[in-house]
């Protein structure tokens, strides 16, 4: 299976799974870099996989539908463009011969899901939505940073060979608050200076891995003392708890 990351809007990514020449989507906010993609390379789209309902993931889904047949998998929780097949926690869905489980990933929207699959010969990978981004994770629109904080957990315990698939390139300004969270943490300095080089070349700074983000990403990182100190510094409410360190960090990165 070869993985690319269509790019749409300003920064978002569409990933696109192909197997010779047929080919499924994620989160097609927009249908024509798809449409673009199928007919550069003579690809048929046989299936669409949606993550959250916000429009974009899923403003291109009827149009790719209409154009060329494919069957639309989303969540059970949210209001999407029908027809969709829903899926639930634990569902798998077959993707041109390998299976993806779902997993339930509430904060950002409330019926937030994301897709956990190993292509054959491959390492794993995750489609996780806007739910976990390199460096950092999605605003709280629907959810409580427990439900949030729970969610990263349940994706950080995942192998650390899993590939990260989010649905954005928000990597660099992701990067810019963690290293203020943590000053010395030299990965993330080092990973700063990779993701400037890649993006110059205008090449995406995804997929990335979990055992990467278990090092730079501040928003898995609630439960060490040098983060908890961080969040206290910047709210002296903070307590002890990883949520608290979380729901702080979450707050100093929204008005960062
Ligand atoms: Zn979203
Ligand atoms: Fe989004």
Known sequence: ???????????NYIWMMRVGSRAWVVDPGQAEPVLLALARDGLGLEGILITHHHGDHTGGVSALRQATGAAVHGPAGEDLPEPCLRLHAGDTVEVMGTSFAV???????????AF????????????????????????????????????????????????VCCAHEYTLSNLAFAATVEPNNSEITQHTVRCRAWRQEQLPTLPSTLGLEKRINPFLR???????????????????????????????????
């Open 1 to 11: 299976m070869e993985l690319t990351p269509l790019p749409a809007f300003n920064d």
């Open 103 to 113: 997993m339930d990933v509430p904060g950002h929207t409330a019926g937030h899901i």
């Open 116 to 163: 956990l699959g190993q292509p054959e010969q491959q390492a794993p990978l995750v489609f996780c939505g806007d739910t976990l981004f390199s460096a950092g994770c999605g605003r709280l629109f629907e959810g409580t940073a427990a439900q949030m904080h729970a969610s990263l957990s349940a994706l950080a315990a995942l192998p650390d060979d899993t590939r």
């Open 222 to 256: 609630a439960h060490l003392p040098s983060v908890r100190a961080a969040a206290m510094g910047y709210d002296a409410g903070t307590s002890d708890n990883p949520v608290s360190v979380f729901s702080t960090l979450r707050q100093w990165k929204n008005a960062f």
